[in-house]
């Protein structure tokens, strides 16, 4: 079993920057591949970010390429989520969550342990 715990969530301005750490206890995630998602009210939870654990392949969403930067620390058993140039339309809740596999997947059911979110706020 694997718990994940995010953090850095936050209030912040259009144009600004956040960082999201996510800790995991339990059990190391060093061979899981590693994800963020987000769910704005009213909306879908949908794919961020991804990382793999095999060769360290990193996928983003369309919304966020260019802006986000996801990164892992097997060693200390975390992931990050550098957030950049920040936009309203960024405001959501956001969720880290670990797979079984080595492979960074985009589906939302192909993740098999999840945080409980934390919230990012992009005002205007």
């Known amino acids: 079993q694997v718990q994940l715990v995010e953090s850095g969530g936050g209030l912040v301005q259009a144009g600004g920057s956040l960082r999201l750490s996510c800790a995991a206890s339990?059990?190391?995630?060093?061979?899981?591949?590693m994800g963020w998602f987000r769910q704005a009210p009213g909306k879908e939870r949908e794919f961020v970010t991804a990382v793999s654990w095999s060769d360290g392949s990193t996928y983003y969403a369309d919304s966020v390429k260019g802006r986000f930067t996801i990164s892992r620390d097997n060693a200390k058993n975390t992931v990050s989520l550098q957030m950049n140039s920040l936009k309203p339309e960024d405001t959501a809740v956001y969720y880290c969550?670990?797979?079984?596999?080595?492979?960074?997947?985009?589906?939302?059911?192909?993740?098999?342990?999840w945080g409980q979110g934390t919230q990012v706020t992009v005002s205007s």
């Open positions: 969550a670990a797979r079984r596999g080595q492979v960074a997947r985009k589906g939302v059911n192909e993740y098999d342990y």
């Open positions: 339990g059990r190391t995630i060093s061979s899981s591949a």
